[in-house]
């Protein structure tokens, strides 16, 4: 079975660290781009970060920039986001997702096909 | 930076109903443009990619149509499983790929 299981959320001080992590299983892990993506309590959908698959190329939305870091280790099929300096706006659910792309002629189309649970990141003193 | 609006933000229908949701962007992206939908305490879905190719699995109720900036998910009837919230997305260019807030929709 395709599947993506985040780990390591918990309750953070503002201005402290976390390391989220997103294990996958069922697919060649290293042929893909992966995502991280957050909702905060009773809001939308928000983009946080991306890596492409062997880890060479970062993206990161400007909220989190400078101090959040996506990292992969293709040898475990693992999949991190470094958090830190967190504010309560980084309060949210952290989803780990998959990257899929198909060719339209002139350039490829990106989607989200896998999802996993989410892992919940609490910050408060 | 891309923006995503959706309209409207919430919607009542009864099942059946054959219901429409706008996603407008604040410029052309073509045709880089998904669908997501999420249930209550649940990961979000991928349901259309590419503005029209529907995801496997996914009932042939649900289609997705235009480009440039316009955009539309349509459920052609309602079924009890379908009341969610509603997400598009652009892949545009480069990440981040925004998201547009939402259409929650309930039952009516």
């Known amino acids: 079975e395709v599947q993506v299981v985040e780990s390591g959320g918990g309750l953070v001080q503002p201005g402290g660290s976390l390391r989220l992590s997103c294990a996958a299983s069922?697919?060649?892990?290293?042929?893909?781009?992966l995502h991280w993506v957050r909702q905060a309590p009773g809001k939308g959908l928000e983009y946080v970060s991306a890596?492409?698959?062997?880890?060479?190329?970062?993206y990161y939305a400007d909220s989190v920039k400078g101090r959040f870091t996506i990292s992969r280790d293709n040898s475990k099929n693992t999949l991190y986001l470094q958090m830190g300096s967190l504010r309560v706006e980084d309060m949210a659910v952290y989803y780990c997702a998959r990257g899929c792309r198909i060719d339209r002629g002139s350039r490829w189309s990106h989607y989200m096909d896998v999802w996993g649970k989410g892992t919940t990141v609490t910050v408060s003193s | 930076d891309i923006q995503m609006t959706q309209s409207p933000s919430s919607l009542s229908a009864s099942v059946g109903d054959r219901v429409t949701i706008t996603c407008r962007a604040n410029?052309?992206?073509?045709?880089?443009l998904n669908w997501y939908q999420q249930k209550p305490g649940k990961a979000p879905q991928l349901l259309i990619y590419?503005?029209?190719s529907l995801q496997g699995g996914v009932p042939s109720r649900f289609s997705g149509s235009g480009s440039g900036t316009d955009f539309i998910l349509t459920i052609s009837s309602l079924q009890p499983e379908d009341f969610a919230t509603y997400y598009c997305q652009q892949s545009y260019t480069t990440p981040p790929y925004s998201f547009g807030q939402g259409t929650k929709l309930e039952i009516k």
């Open positions: 590419a503005a029209s």
């Open positions: 069922g697919f060649t892990f290293s042929d893909y781009t």
């Open positions: 410029q052309s992206i073509s045709s880089y």
């Open positions: 890596i492409s698959s062997n880890g060479g190329t970062t």
